[in-house]
């Protein structure tokens, strides 16, 4: 399983950015998948992750701003944020786990100057 994120980039604050997480193998529509980020000196941490049945979870901090959906035909995930805060600045992976190992995609800066 590979798993490509891509969407990051510079934004100003209270902007919008979407993030793509594109995935390889005929598995896909049947893991959940989740979106991680980790800003400088802190840890990794959940934003927000889809089931294979398409329930929701979300971080409390991005609640309200962030939405998350699936597209299991395109084998993607993709996380649109708004309202975005200097405090959302991380770098974004996306992550699933299929019979018990994890598969991270390589990170995708998002940056939002106040």
């Known amino acids: 399983v590979q798993l490509q994120a891509s969407g990051g980039g510079l934004v100003q604050a209270g902007g919008s950015l979407r993030l793509s997480c594109a995935a390889s193998g005929s598995t896909f529509s049947k893991n959940a998948i989740g979106w991680y980020r980790q800003a400088p000196g802190k840890q990794r941490e959940l934003v927000a992750g889809v089931s294979s049945g398409g329930s929701t979870i979300y971080a409390d901090s991005v609640k309200g701003r962030f939405t998350i959906s699936r597209d299991n035909a395109k084998n993607t995930v993709l996380l649109q944020m708004s309202s975005l805060k200097p405090e959302d600045t991380a770098v974004y992976y996306c992550?699933?786990?299929?019979?018990?190992?994890?598969?991270w995609g390589e990170g995708t800066q998002v940056t939002v100057s106040s």
């Open positions: 992550h699933t786990r299929i019979d018990g190992m994890d598969y």
